[in-house]
């Protein structure tokens, strides 16, 4: 937390004790962890391997409310969120984060959900998470922990299907550990739904199967349904039509100032 500049450095134990409560805005340590520890661990589902790095995905998710806190957003609004994501979808062929993020940050506010990038701290091994700051204003973080532009925005996408489908009383965190839920298995299925709608992914298929596919297939059908190549590579590796080693090329790797 002190290298990534979320904290002072304190040369007095006590003094940095206090800095820690500041940063996560509780007056004790026991308020922390009914605060932030108990809702991490109950976001994953009581997995043992998140028990012992509450600390750092709490860190990263009161780093994000703070952020999240800093911007204006209209209050929310589900039947305006959803018609955005249809707008943000576009924005998978844009390869750079500068372009982008601050379309994407725009768009959402209007909705009413705030879309911060949080880098991960160590023994943070998240994606993305969503809670709910207020009634009518939610957060969405990304970590930036997956580089590439498939994994980026199907978590950008699931993370929104939390927001859409599920309550305003639950925290998600996306984590490789994590159980999977009924509800997990919902956001999956709308993120990879409005990425690749049923139809094109059933026609993805059976092109596949028929023929097979080179990367310049794959670069005609993306630019045919309106997305990035990488986003088709992502969907064929998941589906597994496609080896998780082959068309990596095709994806974009984000450098993240």
Request: with cysteine; hydrophobic share 45%.
């Amino acid at each position: 937390m002190k290298k990534n500049g979320w904290l002072k450095s304190m040369t007095h134990p006590g003094d940095q004790v206090l800095e820690v409560l500041r940063f996560f805005g509780v007056a004790s340590e026991d308020a922390w962890r009914a605060q932030y520890a108990a809702p991490v661990q109950a976001a994953f589902r009581a997995s043992a391997a998140f028990d012992k790095q509450a600390g750092s995905v709490g860190a990263w998710l009161r780093k994000a409310e703070i952020e999240a806190t800093a911007l204006t957003c209209a209050p929310f609004s589900k039947p305006d969120f959803r018609a955005a994501l249809d707008q943000l979808r576009d924005l998978t062929n844009e390869p750079s984060p500068q372009v982008f993020v601050p379309k994407l940050v725009e768009t959402c506010a209007a909705a009413g959900v705030a879309v911060v990038l949080v880098p991960a701290p160590p023994r943070c091994p998240v994606s993305g998470a969503t809670k709910w700051l207020a009634p009518d204003k939610a957060l969405l973080v990304l970590s930036l922990r997956h580089r590439t532009n498939d994994h980026l925005w199907f978590t950008f996408f699931h993370e929104a299907a939390h927001l859409i489908l599920h309550g305003k009383k639950l925290l998600f965190i996306e984590g490789n550990n994590g159980l999977d839920s009924s509800q997990e298995e919902e956001a999956n299925r709308f993120a990879a739904d409005l990425l690749l709608p049923p139809s094109t992914a059933a026609r993805l298929e059976l092109l596949r199967a028929k023929r097979g596919f080179s990367m310049d297939d794959v670069c005609a059908f993306a630019s045919e349904v309106g997305v990035a190549p990488g986003i088709v590579v992502g969907r064929m590796q998941k589906e597994g039509w496609l080896p998780w080693t082959h068309m990596n090329s095709l994806k974009v790797s984000y450098a993240w100032s």
